[in-house]
């Protein structure tokens, strides 16, 4: 599933291409792409038809377009294959195409294509935050999100995310350190690969308990997740097959620096011991034996 940034290239993609045009259809292809858009796809078409989009946002694994009204907005996740190209109008239609939106100028179409039609597409109402308690609120903490997607946490590539809140939220889970990193409620925008790669970078193994970790450690961890993020995000994300391209179908190439990811058996990048694959929530958790010990069992 594409992570914070694979979302992150898509969207710079779509600020550059579709900002400040004006949407002249909307034509639904497949039901599930907008299931969660409630009144159908009808209703969908209808409401974006003459909207102007303003510009293009994110928050973890989600992005949306904000109209020009600044009360609504279209929101997009894509799941485990969705894609949102730009292509020229005259262009072959893609086998897997869900969603065809065109321009009043002519220019290029935005398509939304889905293989394994896991992503989806609506339209919402934006909301702003409240401020918290005792802070006037930034110009970042007042950004109008998306009502479906409010309650997620911030991401640690975002300017207000807080440090020391999510350092306290950690240390009090007594989950796995790994699972809490999952949990978009306390940081989005993680996901399989980048947690493993985290993990790697600070020798904390998976299954190591969030409440066992010392301040020090978490501040350490969450500065590698801010620096695996971004390496990725400047090689263009990862991509492993062809289910995730940017706008323009190019794939990234942050799957050559991996150091533990998918790369079972081969040699640990800082040690030499062989990386080994374990199951984990019915995926799979990568990490070296030697660098990243398992945990001893609590009594």
């Not at 309650?151 to 699972?179: C, G, N, W, Y």
Request: positive net charge; contains cysteine.
């Amino acid at each position: 599933m594409p992570e914070l940034p694979e979302v992150e290239v898509v969207r710079r993609g779509l600020e550059r291409w579709v900002t400040g045009r004006t949407i002249a259809s909307a034509e639904v292809l497949h039901p599930r792409a907008v299931r969660r858009h409630v009144p159908g796809g009808e209703e969908f078409s209808a409401r974006l038809k003459g909207r102007e989009i303003a510009q293009a946002e994110r928050r973890g694994k989600y992005l949306w377009l904000p109209f020009s009204d600044g009360q609504e907005a279209l929101l997009a996740h894509l799941g485990m294959s969705g894609q949102l190209l730009v292509v020229e109008p005259d262009s072959p239609l893609e086998r897997h195409l869900r969603v065809r939106l065109t321009f009043d100028d002519g220019g290029p179409e935005l398509r939304f294509v889905d293989q394994r039609t896991f992503g989806h597409l609506l339209v919402t109402d934006l909301v702003r935050p409240e401020p918290r308690p005792g802070q006037a609120g930034t110009a970042e903490e007042e950004r109008p999100v998306p009502g479906t997607i409010a309650h997620i946490a911030k991401d640690p590539m975002e300017e207000s995310f807080d440090e020391d809140e999510f350092t306290r939220r950690l240390r009090a889970r007594r989950s796995q350190v790994k699972r809490a990193l999952l949990d978009q409620s306390l940081i989005s925008g993680v996901g399989n690969i980048y947690a493993d790669e985290s993990l790697w970078r600070v020798k904390l193994h998976w299954a190591r308990p969030a409440n066992a970790l010392s301040r020090p450690k978490v501040e350490e961890l969450l500065r590698a997740i801010r620096a695996v993020l971004g390496e990725a995000l400047l090689q263009g994300g990862t991509s492993f097959d062809s289910l995730y391209v940017n706008v323009n179908g190019e794939s990234g190439y942050f799957d050559r620096a991996l150091a533990v990811y998918g790369r079972r058996d081969k040699p640990c990048r800082r040690c030499g011991t062989p990386i080994v694959r374990e199951p984990f929530m019915n995926r799979s958790s990568y990490s070296c034996p030697r660098c990243q010990p398992r945990p001893k069992a609590r009594s």
